[in-house]
């Protein structure tokens, strides 16, 4: 059997290339849909999840994408391939109607392997979240930035990309069946193994139109996607946030950040909270002791946490809906080295002394500060269904940045 391809019969690079691809497409296909499904039950606050929900979770959507991404070199790759070799001709080009058909599906498949895991990927790099893809090669993508609004667009894409990529196989499957059980010709015969007989086509009329017709049905599924609310954001709907009340305060914090990082599967995962409020009383001193006292309220439904924002809202971890805002009551202190915010964090029900060390800046009436603070997550019985770190681990680091002004006497 020949290596390349003639006007008649594909080579057995081209048949490699056609089997393996189809391969990889039923491999992660069904790997998604199932991890999908449970994902949905894992994502839902309502339903108890297990270590063993999530790890199988995690290791099905690992795999998916990790079959997704070789989807994707390998369709580059095939289509280079397509490009330097002759095509062999249609045996039905004398069947107008049909051969347009096929050569638009043609083009969606090309098209839909390339824009399928394409998505996928740039999903994946966006999401702060679980499931690695299964490769050395790291998890981020260049001039891809973390950004969930950027990782819900894609997964939608990637979601009605999938919708062609499906219709295009089902209708290319059905075109070989018919060609080789009703018109019993040598279509289908000639990319399997081996060599086959396959006779001279007839004269091909070649011309863009399929691919222009290709492109229409891609519009026309992104369309249907933007009018059925697809396109919708959906982290608009996600837990209620606690509602705060403005606070007095010696110190008006004008900027800052709160966020948590946990490790998921080996994994680091960073969140943030994006409504918290501070009532700062501070008294710089030469002297180490007493400096001032901070009281910091948390809405917990402000978390955004990657992939599992909605899970983290669950009743076995921060249990929105019970306790819609954590407490921070502190004493500052200033020390020989620095300075510390010591007193009661709240989460949930449990209330724990910590200490939050933290560098202070002050010039002037503007203050700047920066502390970091490692939680054990049991401690507030957050994830008890979890008790082991095989999927989630206990330690959880807080990250506190802000800088405040002193208000006006």
Known sequence: MPITNTTATYGSVTKTFHWLTALLIFTALPLGLIANNLAEAIYDPAIPTTEADLTQA?????????????????????????????????????????AFAAETVHWLL?????????????????T?????????FGQNLPLVPKSGHLAELMATLHWLFMLV??????????????????????TLRRMLPGQVDAPVPPAQLHS????????????????????NGSFTNQSAAGADVAELAAVQ????????????????????????????????VFDDSVDPGLAGSVNVTIAIGSLTLGTVTDQAMGADFFDNTQFPTAQFDAD???????????????????????????SLDVQGNTATMSGTLDLNRLDFDIGKSMPKED?????????????ALRSAQ
């Open 58 to 98: 995690a290791r099905l959507f690992s795999l998916h994408k990790t079959v997704g991404v070789t989807v994707f070199f390998v369709a580059l790759a095939r289509i280079l391939w397509a490009i330097s070799q002759p095509k062999p001709g249609l045996l039905n080009a004398d069947n107008k109607p049909e």
């Open 110 to 126: 090309y098209g839909s392997l390339v824009l399928v895991p394409l998505s996928g990927w740039i999903d994946h790099a966006a």
């Open 128 to 136: 702060e979240g679980f499931a690695p893809i299964l490769w050395p």
């Open 165 to 186: 990529l499906v219709g295009a196989l089902v209708l290319h499957i059905a075109g070989a069946l018919k060609h080789h059980v009703i018109d019993k010709d040598s």
């Open 208 to 227: 863009l139109m399929p691919a222009a017709a290709a492109c229409m049905v891609w519009i026309g599924v992104l369309s249907a996607g933007l009018a």
């Open 249 to 280: 305060s010696d110190w008006q914090v004008q900027e800052g950040s709160l966020a948590i990082t946990i490790s998921q599967l080996g994994n680091p995962v960073k969140g943030q909270f994006s409504d918290w409020t501070a009532a700062i």
């Open 332 to 358: 500052i202190y200033k020390t020989d080295t620095g300075y510390e915010a010591r007193g009661p964090l709240t989460i949930r029900d449990k209330s724990l002394d910590v200490v939050l060390p933290f």
């Open 391 to 403: 999927s989630l681990a206990f330690a959880v680091t807080v990250s506190v940045e802000l800088t």
